[in-house]
C-alpha cells in the first residue's frame, strides 16, 4: 500500500499500527474498515488479524507494527504526514511505551509534520503529559455532532503546536462549538454506500465559526456515493486554510 494520499489535507500516511473498533456514530460506516477488507482479501500482511466482529471487523484488529517506525526516515523531502489513517495512535489497547516510540521518530524527523488524530480525546487527554511534544506534530479529533464537543475540551489541554477538529463526516449542527484553543477545523461530509447526508447549514455554521475566531478552515467535500461526487465548493468557492506551512 503506498504511503502517497489521495486525501486533500495531506500528503502521505503513516501507520504504525492499524486497526480499530467502533466508539461513536461517526464510525459506522468507516472508510479504514472498508479498506482493510479489501487488504485482507488482498492478503495484504498488515489486515490478517482478525477483530471482533461486533465492533471492529474482519483484518480489522488492533496490531502493533514495530517494523514500520523506521519509514519516515525513507522519505527524503519534507512531507505533511496523516498518523494512522488506519487506527488510532490513542486506542487503549496501544501502550503508551509504543505511543511514545512512534513520537520519538516525529521529534527525530522535524523535517516532516505529522497529523495525528483521534477519537479516543479522553486518553488523548490523560497521556498528554507523559509525552514530549515536539512542534512538528499536530493532534487534532473528531467532532462528528453536538454529542462528540466534549473531546474538544480534552483537546485544549493538549501542548501541542496545532490543535485541530476533523468535522468529518459532519452529522449533525455543532451548537455551542468552542474554538478558543484550536487552530484548524476540517469539514466534510460521509462518502460511500449508506452515506449520511450533510447539510448545508452545519457546514456553514462551523464555517462562520471558524470566521468570527479567526481559525483555519477547511471544506473538503460534500461527500455522496464516491468522496467527490458532491465536489468540494461551499457557497462557490473552496475552502483550503491551513494553520501553518507544512514544514518546520
Same mark, same amino acid.
Given at each position: 500500500?503506498?504511503?502517497?494520499?489521495?486525501? =486533500?489535507?495531506?500528503?502521505?500516511?503513516?501507520?504504525?499500527?492499524?486497526?480499530?473498533?467502533? *466508539?461513536?456514530?461517526?464510525? !459506522?460506516?468507516?472508510?479504514?474498515?472498508?479498506? &482493510?477488507?479489501?487488504?485482507?482479501?488482498?492478503?495484504?500482511?498488515?489486515?490478517? +488479524? !482478525?477483530?471482533?466482529?461486533?465492533?471492529?471487523?474482519?483484518?480489522?484488529?488492533?496490531?502493533?507494527?514495530?517494523? &514500520?517506525?523506521?519509514?519516515?526516515?525513507?522519505?527524503?523531502?519534507?512531507?505533511?504526514?496523516?498518523?494512522?489513517? /488506519?487506527?488510532?495512535?490513542?486506542?487503549?489497547?496501544?501502550?503508551?511505551?509504543?505511543?511514545?516510540?512512534?513520537?520519538?521518530? /516525529?521529534?527525530?524527523?522535524?523535517?516532516?509534520?505529522?497529523?495525528?488524530?483521534?477519537?479516543?480525546?479522553?486518553?488523548?487527554?490523560? *497521556? %498528554? !503529559?507523559?509525552?514530549?511534544?515536539?512542534?512538528?506534530?499536530?493532534?487534532?479529533?473528531? *467532532? +462528528?455532532? %453536538?454529542?462528540?464537543?466534549?473531546?474538544?475540551?480534552?483537546?485544549? %489541554?493538549?501542548?501541542?503546536?496545532?490543535?485541530?477538529?476533523?468535522?468529518?463526516?459532519?452529522?449533525?449542527?455543532?451548537?455551542?462549538?468552542?474554538? =478558543?484553543?484550536?487552530?484548524?477545523?476540517?469539514?466534510?461530509?460521509?462518502?460511500?454506500?449508506?452515506?449520511?447526508?450533510?447539510?448545508?447549514?452545519? &457546514?456553514?455554521?462551523?464555517? !462562520?465559526?471558524?470566521?468570527? +475566531?479567526?481559525? &483555519?478552515?477547511?471544506?473538503?467535500?460534500?461527500?455522496?456515493?464516491?468522496?467527490?461526487?458532491?465536489?468540494?465548493?461551499? =457557497?462557490?468557492?473552496?475552502?483550503?486554510? /491551513?494553520?501553518?506551512?507544512?514544514?518546520?
Amino acid at each position: 500500500m503506498s504511503d502517497r494520499s489521495s486525501i =486533500e489535507w495531506t500528503e502521505a500516511t503513516w501507520n504504525p499500527t492499524t486497526g480499530c473498533d467502533r *466508539v461513536s456514530a461517526g464510525c !459506522d460506516n468507516c472508510y479504514a474498515l472498508a479498506l &482493510a477488507k479489501r487488504l485482507k482479501a488482498m492478503g495484504a500482511a498488515k489486515y490478517q +488479524e !482478525d477483530g471482533d466482529p461486533r465492533t471492529s471487523g474482519p483484518g480489522f484488529g488492533l496490531t502493533l507494527h514495530p517494523d &514500520a517506525l523506521s519509514v519516515p526516515y525513507g522519505w527524503r523531502a519534507p512531507r505533511t504526514v496523516f498518523v494512522n489513517s /488506519m487506527s488510532d495512535l490513542f486506542h487503549a489497547k496501544v501502550p503508551l511505551d509504543f505511543v511514545r516510540r512512534v513520537f520519538a521518530v /516525529m521529534a527525530d524527523t522535524p523535517q516532516h509534520t505529522y497529523q495525528v488524530l483521534t477519537k479516543r480525546a479522553r486518553r488523548l487527554r490523560r *497521556v %498528554a !503529559d507523559r509525552l514530549d511534544w515536539p512542534p512538528n506534530v499536530w493532534v487534532g479529533v473528531s *467532532v +462528528e455532532s %453536538a454529542a462528540e464537543l466534549d473531546r474538544v475540551d480534552d483537546l485544549r %489541554a493538549v501542548p501541542a503546536a496545532v490543535r485541530f477538529l476533523s468535522c468529518e463526516p459532519l452529522l449533525g449542527p455543532l451548537d455551542g462549538l468552542d474554538l =478558543e484553543g484550536i487552530d484548524w477545523v476540517i469539514v466534510g461530509g460521509e462518502s460511500g454506500p449508506g452515506h449520511r447526508p450533510m447539510e448545508e447549514e452545519w &457546514a456553514l455554521d462551523v464555517r !462562520d465559526a471558524c470566521l468570527r +475566531e479567526e481559525v &483555519a478552515f477547511f471544506f473538503k467535500q460534500w461527500g455522496g456515493h464516491t468522496p467527490k461526487a458532491g465536489g468540494r465548493l461551499l =457557497e462557490g468557492r473552496t475552502w483550503d486554510q /491551513m494553520p501553518l506551512p507544512l514544514t518546520v
